[in-house]
């Protein structure tokens, strides 16, 4: 794993795994609490998809109803190299199922390795908007385990007890990081240029992946640093406080009732998401967070950061992963465990193992379903 090539927490218990050897090899299943009404306009389908990407899931979907692209509501964004459990809305004033049968929208469009199942289908009086969900359930095989079973069992139960480092995950940076390079790009050029950032339509979405990656970068250098210190799950003074599952942040003086809240991860420290506003951190905290700031190779992204003009924010430096269990199989170890939306479950990994080699095959298939000699 080359996300964020910083330090680690503890160090690793598994030198070597492969990684979405099969699309089985990483399942999420999005945790979607919802009392459907039975009336309205919005059919919310639940589908399983494998080889293909939630955008490209949605157009599909809009092609299947007839309808335009924005009249498809999704929760989050999921891995195209997984078999994922993902909710959709289909905007259908008339309230009529489409015409054509799932099956053969699945039998004319899909290619091989790629598969699309309708699980469940309900009608409801409100469209699905981004960040619905609050959480994702997740199982995750790593296959090819090398290490001492005895010491990876110890970091799973270390990684239960105390959480994991909340780093922004490699995908967050798109393939061989290349999102940095066209972030400091379209920075280069909005600084060049003496008028205020506007962007045209059709480049807003663009830009804001460009914003989105450079900010997690300059954060997860804000985290690494703090697990150099090895402070990354302890209050600093001048910390900022996250309430755990929640989006609520606090100030506080450190004393005897901040220390046991940070280490029973009823709250957690914070460190910015670079942007305008003055720095809600202060004394130690600030100091650490404005040493990594002030390096040169940062300059670019903060000052095209502040063009944008993209607020500041806070986010958690501390993982909760919530109901981890494992099994062992031979040298394949299956991860059950489930993170809040905005977390990535290649953080757990990435306190887990040394070196992940993602790997992945072309599931063999029958009629669209993964047969069960992969599973």
Known sequence: MTHHALHRPFAPAIISA?????PTDFIVKELMP?????????????????????????????????????????????????Q??????????????????FDE??????????????????WHDKKLHRGTHK?????????????????????????KQAGAPNYFGEQRFGRDGDNINQAKAFFEKILSSTKPYKPFKKD?????????????????????????????????????????GTGSIFCADIDNEIIRRVSEQDIHPTAPLFGVGEP??????????????????????????????????QRPLRLRVHGLNWQWHDDSLTLDFELPTGSFATSVLFAL?????????????????LTDSIR
């Open 353 to 369: 193992c040394e070196n992940l080699v993602e790997n992945p095959k072309t599931p063999l298939m029958a009629n669209g379903v």
């Open 204 to 244: 807003m979405d663009k830009h804001s992946l460009y914003v989105s990656s450079a900010r997690s970068m300059l954060f997860n250098a804000l985290l690494g640093e703090r697990v150099r210190l090895g402070c990354w799950d302890k209050a600093v003074t001048g910390d900022v406080f996250n309430l755990d």
């Open 34 to 82: 919802v009392d459907f009404s039975g009336q309205g306009e919005h059919l919310w389908v639940h589908v399983c998809k494998v080889g293909m990407n939630t955008a490209f899931v949605a157009k599909l979907l809009a092609d299947w109803a007839g309808i335009l692209m924005r009249d498809v509501g999704y929760s989050g964004l999921k891995d195209r190299h997984a």
């Open 280 to 313: 809600k951190n202060t004394d130690e905290s600030l100091r650490i967070y404005q040493a990594v700031l002030a390096q040169d190779e940062f300059e670019l992204i903060k000052n095209g950061l502040l063009k944008v003009g993209v607020k500041l924010a």
């Open 135 to 159: 959480a994702n359930a997740f199982t995750i095989t790593l296959r090819q385990v090398a290490g001492e079973t005895s010491a990876i069992n110890a970091q799973l139960a270390r990684i």
């Open 105 to 122: 929208l699945v039998k004319n469009h899909l290619k091989e390795g790629e598969s699309l199942t309708l699980i469940a289908h309900h």
């Open 18 to 22: 492969d990684f979405k050897t099969y």
């Open 84 to 101: 994922t459990y993902q909710w959709f809305s289909l905007r259908l004033p008339k309230r009529g199922m489409p015409a054509l049968e």
